[in-house]
Nanobody
Framework: QVHVEESGGGWVQAGGSLRLSCTAS????????MGWFRQAPGKERELVAD?????FTTYSDAAKGRFAILRDKNTVSLQMNSLRFDDTAVYYC??????????????WGQGTQVTVSS
């Protein structure tokens, strides 16, 4: 089992910035992806950004140009700039991949609240 823990959420005014960080309790060697999802009240959880162990990144349309994801082994961060009211959500860190041939894992953090005031 791997423990995933987020930090860095909080309250910010629209136009401001926040940086989220996430650390997995151990680094799993193999094809892995770490990323950030978010869930706003009444909405489904959605991908914000992720990055694999080769450094390949994926961003949602909402995150492109405003957010930046970085990873160092089992640590991932999300720099969020130009925050908007609709970025308000609980942000979850995800660590997933394949630790052995045909054997997959998918771990989630507890989530951190990001609130953007208009």
């Amino acid at each position: 089992q791997v423990h995933v823990e987020e930090s860095g959420g909080g309250w910010v005014q629209a136009g401001g910035s926040l940086r989220l960080s996430c650390t997995a309790s151990r680094n799993i060697v193999g094809p892995t992806t770490m990323g950030w999802f978010r869930q706003a009240p009444g909405k489904e959880r959605e991908l914000v950004a992720d990055i694999n162990n080769f450094g390949f990144t994926t961003y949602s349309d909402a995150a492109k140009g405003r957010f930046a994801i970085l990873r160092d082994k089992n640590t991932v961060s999300l720099q969020m700039n130009s925050l908007r009211f609709d970025d308000t959500a609980v942000y979850y860190c995800n660590y997933r991949g394949e630790h052995a041939v045909g054997s997959f894992f998918d771990f989630w953090g507890q989530g951190t609240q990001v609130t953007v005031s208009s």
